[in-house]
Nanobody, 124 residues
Framework: QVQLVESGGGLVQAGGSLRLSCAAS????????MGWFRQAPGKEREFVAA????????YYADSVKGRVTISRDNAENTVYLQMNNLQSEDTAVYYC?????????????????WGQGTQVTVSS
């Protein structure tokens, strides 16, 4: 079982940037893919980005492509989400998670071991 702890959220003005972190423990971090999701009030949890175990493959939702970069540091057991040019529609709680099936799809049902989330609020 893996435990995940997100951090780095906060309040930022539109056009600003944030870097989220997700620290993992409990399993061999370098052996599995990692994903970021977000959930806005009243909406379903949606896929944001994912990265393969070796950082060679990355995947992004169309809504964030070009503004978001996912990366990982296997030595630090941490995955990052760099978000630039943030907009009000990016306001949400951001979660990291681990795929619980292979192959995985970019949907929350295919991921598990959710962290507690970190709030991102973008003011316009």
């Amino acid at each position: 079982q893996v435990q995940l702890v997100e951090s780095g959220g906060g309040l930022v003005q539109a056009g600003g940037s944030l870097r989220l972190s997700c620290a993992a423990s409990g399993r061999t971090f370098s052996s599995y893919a990692m994903g970021w999701f977000r959930q806005a009030p009243g909406k379903e949890r949606e896929f944001v980005a994912a990265i393969g175990w070796s950082s060679g493959l990355t995947y992004y939702a169309d809504s964030v492509k070009g503004r978001v970069t996912i990366s990982r540091d296997n030595a630090e057991n941490t995955v990052y989400l760099q978000m630039n040019n943030l907009q009000s529609e990016d306001t949400a709680v951001y979660y990291c998670a681990v795929p619980r099936r292979l192959p995985w799809r970019p949907v929350s049902a295919d991921f598990g071991s959710w962290g507690q989330g970190t709030q991102v609020t973008v003011s316009s």
